[in-house]
């Protein structure tokens, strides 16, 4: 026995339309029409991060600080490269870069986007240099 619902002629809808509201619902969906996940990749780095850095600390100290770098050269031992990239939902994309220098596995510069003291650099296509921070000891410690 079949159940029929009495559905007023009006409202019903036939295979093909059924099929092309399917197709338009599938392919809106996925086309990022509507909104746009922002993506942020690599280390993400904060500035007060950064300020604790002192000259002399050792490697372990540097990545309880700011973490285990995202790249490690198997050629530079004595060198950590920071490397951040967030895309926002208008496809604008924001690069970082930080580079950490040891000497004798004790920290002795700091070079990219980040520098202690508060100052963050902007990474911008038409700067052709990045800040470079030579690490001294301070005078207090």
């Not at 993506?39 to 600080?65: A, F, H, T, Y």
Request: net charge negative.
């Amino acid at each position: 026995m079949e159940l029929e619902f009495a559905v007023p002629q009006r409202f019903r809808l036939t295979r093909p339309a059924v099929l092309v509201i399917a197709l338009l619902s599938l392919g809106l969906s996925g086309c990022g029409l509507f909104y746009k996940q922002p993506v942020q990749q690599g280390n993400v780095l904060e500035q007060d991060d950064i300020d604790l850095l002192k000259p002399g600390m050792s490697k372990r100290q540097v990545s309880l600080i700011i973490g285990t770098p995202a790249i490690v050269s198997p050629f530079h031992h004595d060198r950590w490269e920071y490397v951040s990239r967030f895309k926002n939902s208008d496809d604008e994309v924001e690069r970082k870069n930080f580079t950490v220098f040891f000497e004798n596995g004790v920290l002795t510069r700091l070079e990219g986007d980040y520098q202690p003291g508060g100052t963050n650099t902007d990474n911008n296509r038409e700067q052709s240099e990045r800040a470079i921070a030579p690490m001294s000891p301070d005078k207090d410690s």
